[in-house]
Structures are given as C-alpha cells and as structure tokens.
C-alpha cells in the first residue's frame, strides 16, 4: 500500500531564516506531487505541483520553492521566511492516471517568529 | 475565476443530531468534487462525486452531487463527537487535475 511522509512535524523558525520540508512517497511509481498550504480557519490552497522529476508548476508567487530531486521526493524551500509563511503545510500524492484522488500527508506545522 | 464555497463555516450540533454540509462551485473546467474530513492532521477522503443526482453512501454518511445548479451536500446521520472536525469540499478541475478547495466546515459534535 501506498504511504506518504513528511518531517518535520511542527517547526518554529525566526523572519528572514531558510526552510527546507521534505516529502516522500512509498508505494507508487510516477505519482503526481503537490504542496498545499492551510491557514487557521481556511481551506487549502495549492502552491506547487509536479508530475515528474524536475516538472514544478507554481500556483501562486511567493517566496516560496519546490524541487523533486528524485521521482518520489518533493522539496519546499524558501531562502528568506515571513511571518505571512506561517501555516500547515500538507504534501499530497496521487496516481498519474486517477489524478482527481489526492491522498495528503501528515502535514508539517510552520510558525514564523 | 474558479471558486469553491462553503457553508456553513461552523456547526455545533449534540449527539444524535442529523448536518447537512453545503458546498456551491463555479469552475470553467470541473471533472469531479470530492469531500474530505480533517481532524488534527491530515485530510482523509470521504468520497469522489461526477455524476449528479447518484448518492454515495458510507456508514452515517452520504453525499449527492447537482451538477445543473453546481452544489453538494454532505450528510451525517446519528452524529458522534468523533464526527467533529473539519470539512473541505474540492472541485478537481479537468484540464489540469488541479483541487480547488473550499473554506472548509468545522463541525463540533457535543456529548
């Protein structure tokens, strides 16, 4: 069966520091990648996705990036973090094929200080 | 612009109550609307709607999709303070696969 992981959990880091969150898939070959970001009280909104290695497509301009390095890890960067780039960060996957499922991770907690 | 909405944002109901989540969308290219429910972390699936006026039905829940007047509605039968949590519709668009995700509902259910 097909699993998705995210680190860290939760991580507290000051204005102006780097980011780097990972996510990795198992259990699936070529899946489609996507980040997503939930505000308190909101809905998800989609920053990136990839359907292949080195394929990124951005959805909204931020100071935010992401990579895939390799065909089941994805990578959300950011050189210089803002207060406004707190929130929850959730990986998803789904089947190149059966797009339209998306199955998430477990999410990882961002506060900017 | 492609637009999800949900209401309402926030339910509290008691035990054995019935919900009824909405959710309305305006999207150019739709291929399905789909419902997860969050608890602490991750959202878990509920379920994919395409075609309307076909109920999906799983345990207390079930939902029907109107594609003629673009909405949903989730229903939950019997609640459980185990039903708490949030609600997001998406409407997955068909020229990308992209989700477009609502506001989401947060249902508290009281002992």
């Known amino acids: 069966s097909q699993t998705i992981h995210q680190w860290p959990a939760t991580l507290v880091q000051p204005v102006g520091s780097p980011l780097s969150l990972e996510c990795t898939v198992e259990?699936?070959?070529?899946?489609?990648l996507y980040w997503y970001r939930q505000a308190a009280g909101r809905g998800l909104q989609l920053l990136f996705y990839?359907?292949?290695?080195?394929?990124i497509s951005s959805e909204v301009p931020q100071n935010l990036s992401a990579s895939r390095p390799q065909d089941r890890q994805f990578i959300l960067s950011s050189k210089k973090l803002l207060l406004s780039d707190s929130g929850f960060y959730l990986c998803?996957?789904?089947?190149?094929?059966?797009?339209?499922?998306?199955?998430f991770g477990p999410g990882t907690r961002l506060t900017v200080t | 612009e492609d637009k999800v909405v949900q209401s309402p944002l926030s339910l509290v109901v008691h035990e054995g109550d019935t919900v009824t989540l909405n959710c309305s969308y305006e999207?150019?290219?739709?291929?399905?609307l789909l419902w997860y429910k969050q608890e602490k972390k991750a959202p878990t699936f509920l379920f994919m709607l395409?075609?309307?006026?076909i109920e999906k039905k799983s345990g207390r829940l079930s939902s029907i999709l109107d594609k003629k007047e673009l909405f949903s509605i989730l229903n939950i039968t019997a609640t459980q303070t185990g039903d708490s949590a949030i609600y997001l519709c998406?409407?997955?668009?068909?020229?990308?696969?992209?989700?477009?995700f609502g506001q989401g509902t947060t249902l508290q259910v009281k002992p």
């Open positions: 999207v150019t290219n739709f291929r399905s």
């Open positions: 990839s359907v292949g290695i080195g394929q």
């Open positions: 998406a409407v997955c668009l068909s020229n990308t696969g992209k989700l477009i």
């Open positions: 259990g699936t070959s070529n899946p489609n």
């Open positions: 395409t075609s309307s006026g």
């Open positions: 998803a996957w789904s089947d190149r094929e059966v797009y339209y499922e998306q199955y």
